[in-house]
Antibody, heavy 123, light 107 residues
């Protein structure tokens, strides 16, 4: 059974940093690209970032580019999101999601999602 | 970036009704369109990929169609468990974007 378990969320002051983790199990982690998607309270889904199976291709939404860094450790079956210079508008539930392909490609989709970890940016 | 616009933003329907939700892309995305269902307090679930392919385990009352810029998600006969929020997502560009969501409520 595929499982994705996010952790690392919490309350953080504006301008500070936070690192999210996603522990994957039930599939061969290094066979798939992975994503972070967020959802502000009461709002819709916003794609945040994607990393290919070997970290060779990485993409970010304009709203987080230059502040967030996605990474993965295939030996540990783990995905990460380093979030710097956090803003109030980054407050959201952050989901880790599995791609169906090795790389971020045209025509792909997200077939498994974790339950999310909540990040609240407030003074 | 490619913008995705769903309509309506919300709708109220009855069990047994046929429902259609529309998603429009700001440019042609061929058939690279996915649909997700999200229930309150739960993670999104993939329903349809590549505009019209049903994800394994998803009931056949769900169907998708369209290509280019205009897409539809149809539920042929609403069941109580179908009341949720539905999102489209384009995968034509690697800057994947979602629609704003359509909330389906019980009338």
């Amino acid at each position: 059974e595929v499982q994705l378990v996010e952790s690392g969320g919490g309350l953080v002051q504006p301008g500070r940093s936070l690192r999210l983790s996603c522990a994957a199990s039930g599939f061969t982690f290094d066979d798939y690209a992975m994503h972070w998607v967020r959802q502000a309270p009461g709002k819709g889904l916003e794609w945040v970032s994607t990393i290919s199976w070997n970290s060779g291709s990485i993409y970010y939404a304009d709203s987080v580019k230059g502040r967030f860094t996605i990474s993965r450790d295939n030996a540990k079956n783990s995905l990460y999101l380093q979030m710097n210079s956090l803003r109030a508008e980054d407050t959201a539930l952050y989901y880790c999601a599995k791609d169906i392909l090795l790389i971020a490609a045209t025509g792909t989709c997200l077939d498994y999602w974790g339950q999310g970890t909540l990040v609240t940016v407030s003074s | 970036d490619i913008q995705m616009t769903q309509s309506p933003s919300s709708l109220s329907e009855s069990v047994g009704d046929r429902v259609t939700i529309t998603c429009r892309a700001s440019q042609s995305i061929s058939s690279h369109l996915n649909w997700y269902q999200q229930k309150p307090g739960k993670a999104p679930k993939l329903l349809i990929y590549a505009a019209s392919s049903l994800q394994s385990g998803v009931p056949s009352r769900f169907s998708g169609s369209g290509s280019g810029t205009d897409f539809t998600l149809t539920i042929s006969s609403l069941q109580p468990e179908d009341f949720a929020t539905y999102y489209c997502q384009q995968s034509y560009s690697t800057l994947y974007t979602f629609g704003q969501g359509t909330k389906l409520e019980i009338k």
